[in-house]
């Protein structure tokens, strides 16, 4: 196609291709033309590849036939914006990236005021973190020479804004090679934004790697003999989401061995200083350490003469043993029990490494041999870098009995032994971010005793309110020394609760909720029946006074408080219990959006998850124990426990209870001949350009607008519910929703009393709905294999309580013969239903709060 070129005052190019990412193309082209900027002046460049035009670059040729070209050719992309750019700066932008509104503007008034300079970069954000870029804006308005500071490279192309007089070379492949010799500012304000996408590809990451290497390095070698420091400290960058990989199979292609893929990036780090690679703010420190591994092609431990465990890689320390931290997961005290769980990082296997407890009381020491924690499911697995296992993160367990002991000390030291040597350390103590202590309050009351963390050990003492004074002085001093925001407000918090500690320490208080902004779950029901029963238990319910259920449960019951009142955070601290349906610490925590870690030690409860559904994937690498200390986890099926109770979940089985939901206790077939559409939620599209370009979003779209699904409810005298996920109702507006259907804010519970048919996809819903006996369909399509938990104990084939339909004509099928059948359920799938839930009562919340009111 020819291009009509404008030569007047046109101050930017941008060059586009069109590929691979067509469905996110509009986002970036939007970002453009929605600019604080006179559109006159930009000109924006598609380069089309494919046989035919796409039809995105049609519809803005047509609606800005000034502004908008197109070039049919096959040629590298940056030449050919080189060639017909006729702009006075130049940009490459990738389908997907998105510039902030003030970005045009800024880079103008930037460039005029630095008249040296040939290139400015605006920040990147990607929601992977990949980039982080704010380091280079700290030499905000200097000029940076690359060759001099690699570090400010910025890695993606649409970042970089280059003033096309100084480019003095042509063909040209890569972003990094208009930057040879070039003066490179950095714009403060603008920033383009990375959209994370999962689109197909036939290239692999190495094979792309490949021909970035070789095409990139045959330019330098050609240009000025050598690879510049920049372009070194990308091919690092570059190199480490190649090596972060974690099973090399991954990475093999066209016949390649492991031994081959080893041997090409041995010849790479030959190319590469260490110096780039080893502070390299792209890449973190394991990644760096192991880089250095592959080039050194050595990993060797050595004993220093102070007793260091030196890990080595030819004359670089990788790690120095004896300076590893303990970091503290968990310090709890619980029938006479004081229990640590926590972790240490190294490159040493584990059976190199033990972790000792060491209680002393009476002049006498009793040591305690720490248990190893499996947790393999979550972060905290062995890290593994091309098979080659590096990153191994120690777990552990510890319980010491300590109700015979009025006042002791509990310290850690770890020993790291091999075949000839055992060396002792005793490491510095540290707190994560949910442990009970911190560095500004170190430390906590429980029941009659005191628990102090000084001199990197923890002393346990009786309870003494002027221990406790002597010891709030000491935190308040820390507070107040350190840069923490919202100290003052913490200082005032911290003198109530002294205030209060006297009168509130002994009462019995238990708060319960299930979102902020929703009730109507499980501890709804159990609060319902806990607040009439006879007990000395003061128990408030915890809601969002925004929330549509505030209001109501504000007029049903008593005790109802605001989500982050006065009267919230003043419970928060002095409750015994929090009950949830949720795993989810906001729920109920008022201090998680303010510097929770300096109210540490102040605020100290059992944590008791009633859930949300029944649990059938494995969750374990979210309900992990080492973030979530559960006192209490309900189950409702002998299976459900049995998938918690005996994988990498880590919570004492006593912990796990069989007890059932509250909420099903109020399940009872009202039927009203509706069928109830009911899909869950995609975590990893929660972005609106994301939702509506996906399978997910098109399916229930579909569904929706079923015209036969239609015909069908009107014929047999059905209406039609939807009822969106929590987390899908901000999006509603993008659905295109026909007014047969209803869009239901009900109450759960009367929605699956009155519905006669479900259809879900993966929903834990749906065991509600199978409690009842009423027929329910999964609708698992394509996307169904990409959802976002691992499968766990349960199986849809042999334990599903209805058929799986993968099509849109099956699903329409299926409800087509349950509306001819009255809607009866089929005999196998009451059998499975009878068979699975433990409990067919109504005494699910007794059972919980009997528990409760025991513990």
Not at 394 to 399: A, H, R, T, W
Not at 589 to 596: D, R
Request: net charge negative.
């Amino acid at each position: 196609m020819s291009v009509m070129k404008k030569t007047n005052n046109l101050q930017y190019d941008f060059t586009i291709v069109l590929y691979n990412m067509e469905n996110c193309i509009e986002h970036s082209i939007r970002s453009i033309i929605s600019q604080e900027y006179d559109l006159s002046k930009v000109e924006i460049l598609f380069i089309n590849s494919e046989d035919n035009i796409p039809e995105i670059a049609q519809k803005y040729r047509k609606e800005y036939p000034e502004n908008f070209f197109i070039i049919d050719n096959s040629d590298k992309t940056i030449n050919l914006g080189l060639k017909y750019s006729n702009g006075k700066y130049l940009n490459f932008l990738n389908s997907g990236d998105v510039l902030s509104n003030n970005t045009l503007s800024e880079i103008s008034a930037f460039f005029n005021k630095i008249n040296s300079l040939d290139v400015a970069a605006i920040r990147v954000e990607e929601s992977k973190g990949k980039f982080p870029i704010d380091y280079g804006f700290t030499q905000s308005n200097k000029v940076i020479d690359i060759s001099q500071h690699p570090e400010f490279i910025n890695s993606i192309s649409g970042s970089f804004f280059i003033k096309k007089e100084s480019i003095n070379i042509s063909d040209v492949t890569y972003i990094e090679e208009l930057l040879l010799d070039s003066k490179l500012g950095f714009a403060i304000d603008p920033k383009v934004e990375k959209l994370s996408l999962n689109y197909m590809d036939n290239e692999t990451s190495f094979e792309k790697f490949i021909n970035y290497y070789e095409n990139i390095s045959k330019f330098c070698s050609e240009k000025v003999g050598y690879i510049p420091n920049y372009i070194q400290y990308k091919l690092a960058i570059e190199l480490a989401d190649i090596v972060e990989i974690e099973d090399i199979d991954d990475v093999l292609t066209n016949g390649l061995t492991s031994s081959d893929i080893y041997d090409y990036l041995n010849n790479v780090f030959n190319h590469i200083n260490a110096s780039n690679i080893k502070g390299n703010v792209f890449i973190n420190n394991h990644t760096q350490n192991f880089m250095l591994y592959l080039k050194n092609n050595d990993f060797h431990i050595t004993i220093e003469e102070d007793n260091e465990v030196v890990v080595y890689s030819k004359n670089h320390a990788l790690n120095v043993l004896n300076r590893q931290n303990i970091w503290m997961d968990i310090i709890e005290v619980k029938d006479d029990f004081i229990n640590f769980s926590g972790s240490i990082t190294s490159y040493c296997e584990y059976d190199f490494i033990a972790i000792e407890a060491l209680k002393e009381m009476n002049n006498k020491t009793e040591v305690f041999s720490c248990e190893f924690v499996d947790y393999s499911s979550t972060e905290r697995k062995v890290k593994t870098f091309l098979s080659i296992p590096w990153v191994y993160m120690y777990n552990f367990d510890v319980q010491i009995p300590i109700s015979d002991c009025q006042n002791c000390k509990i310290s850690f030291r770890f020993t790291y032994s091999d075949d000839e040597t055992e060396i002792t350390v005793n490491p510095n103590i540290k707190f994560r971010r949910f442990a009970s202590l911190s560095a500004f309050s170190h430390y906590f009351i429980k029941d009659s005793r005191i628990v102090l963390f000084t001199m990197n050990s923890f002393l346990i003492m009786p309870y003494s309110f002027k221990k406790v004074l002597r010891f709030e002085l000491s935190s308040i001093k820390k507070i107040l020394q350190s840069n923490a925001t919202n100290k003052i407000k913490t200082l005032g918090y911290k003198g109530i609760y002294l205030t209060l500690l006297p009168y509130m320490k002994n009462k019995k208080i238990w708060l319960m909720g299930d979102r902020v902004e929703a009730g109507d779950d499980n501890a709804e029901h159990l609060f319902k029946y806990c607040i009439n029963q006879d007990d000395d238990v003061n128990k408030y319910f915890i809601i969002g006074k925004d929330s549509p259920d505030y209001n109501r449960l504000k007029k049903e019951c008593k005790n109802i408080v605001a989500f982050r009142s006065a009267k919230h955070k003043i419970l928060f601290t002095f409750s015994e219990k929090l009950v949830s349906s949720q795993v989810n610490k906001f729920i109920l925590n008022p201090f998680l959006a303010s510097n929770e870690f300096l109210y540490n030690g102040a605020v100290l409860h059992d944590e008791c998850f009633i859930q949300h559904g029944v649990i059938l994937h494995d969750l374990s690498n979210w309900i992990r124990k080492y973030v979530y200390n559960l006192s209490l986890f309900v189950t409702s099926a002998e299976a459900e426990w049995e998938s918690i109770a005996h994988t990498n979940y880590n919570f004492e089985t006593d912990r796990i209870q069989l007890l059932g939901l509250p909420r099903y206790d109020k399940l009872v077939n009202n039927d009203n001949k509706q069928i109830l559409f009911i899909p869950t939620w995609r975590r990893n599209l929660d972005d609106p350009r994301l939702l509506v370009d996906s399978e997910y979003f098109k399916n229930i779209n579909n569904v929706l607008n079923n015209e036969r699904l239609i015909e069908l409810a009107h014929e047999y005298g059905y209406s039609l519910v939807f009822r969106p996920h929590p987390e899908l109702w901000r999006y509603l507006d993008l659905f295109d929703i026909p007014d047969e259907f209803r869009i239901s804010e009900e109450s759960y519970t009367k929605l699956f009393s009155e519905s006669s048919i479900m259809i879900t996809d993966y929903s834990s819903i749906a065991f509600d709905f199978a409690y009842l006996q009423k027929p329910l369909i999964y609708y698992q399509t394509q996307d169904f294999e990409e959802f976002h938990y691992e499968k766990g104990y349960f199986d849809y084939e042999t334990m599903g309580f209805g058929e799986i339909i993968k099509t849109e004509n099956d699903l329409i099928d299926k409800i087509e013969f349950y509306l001819k059948h009255n809607c009866e359920l089929e005999d196998e799938y009451k059998q499975r239903s009878s068979k699975f839930f433990k409990f067919h009562d109504t005494d699910n919340s007794k059972r919980i709060y009997e528990w409760l009111i025991n513990h």
